[in-house]
């Protein structure tokens, strides 16, 4: 009996230590990923279209103009689709794309579930635009400009549209000035809310990090 005891006794150590190494072995692989750089050759242009990288330290976020560089984002995120659609006369407008039952769960680190990230991470094709109408955001820490030519700006612009489901549908956001619509994609540990933004810079030809599934490994770049 006692042999055996020692024998399982392992067994769960083993397993525990497992259990341990996964996520840190994801860490470890998201923060080396992070760290290697996309479109080395990017330079802030001297003028352009200004748009903003922010973070809540769960999500990151794109925000733009709502006309700028012939893009006019108006008829996506219209005011009627908020639950007080005065907010809708703010100038800016935040995107971010996430996992359904991920964005409306954990607005913040306090609100964060082990089971709801677990779920997530294993894949989920169930997955929101978060859109915020704001005003024009101030530079801080966690809110970041970026320059962009007029091309680079579009090319963004295109990647947020193709997130969108086709005829996206609306639901209330966290508050009176923000909205949630249907879109495109396949949320896992890999492809988070964070790797679309770092993917959306890219695709705009941003130096940026290989793979950004933190919002460290985005902020770090801007």
Request: glycine share 12%; aromatic share 12%.
């Amino acid at each position: 009996m006692g042999r055996r005891n020692v024998r399982v006794g392992r067994a769960v150590a083993r397993g525990i230590g497992w259990l341990l190494a996964v996520p840190a072995a994801y860490v470890a692989a998201g923060l080396a990923g992070g760290a290697v750089p996309v479109n080395r050759d990017w330079r802030a242009p001297a003028r352009g279209v200004t748009i903003w990288i922010e973070s809540n330290g769960v999500h990151t976020g794109i925000v733009v103009p709502k006309v700028a560089a012939g893009v006019d984002w108006r008829g996506i995120a219209r005011p009627e689709h908020l639950a007080d659609p005065r907010y809708g006369g703010h100038d800016h407008l935040s995107f971010g794309w996430g996992e359904r039952t991920f964005y409306l769960e954990t607005p913040s680190w306090w609100d964060v579930r082990p089971r709801t990230v677990l779920a997530a991470a294993f894949g989920s094709d169930r997955t929101l635009m978060h859109v915020d109408h704001v005003p024009r955001p101030r530079t801080e820490p966690a809110v970041r400009p970026l320059v962009l030519t007029p091309d680079q700006y579009r090319r963004l612009a295109a990647h947020i549209r193709a997130s969108f489901a086709p005829g996206a549908g609306h639901r209330s956001g966290y508050g009176p000035y923000d909205a949630f619509y249907e879109a495109r994609g396949r949320y896992s540990a890999v492809r988070t809310c964070n790797s679309w933004t770092g993917a959306a810079l890219r695709a705009a030809g941003v130096h940026m990090g290989w793979w950004t599934p933190f919002p460290a490994t985005v902020m770090w770049w801007v």
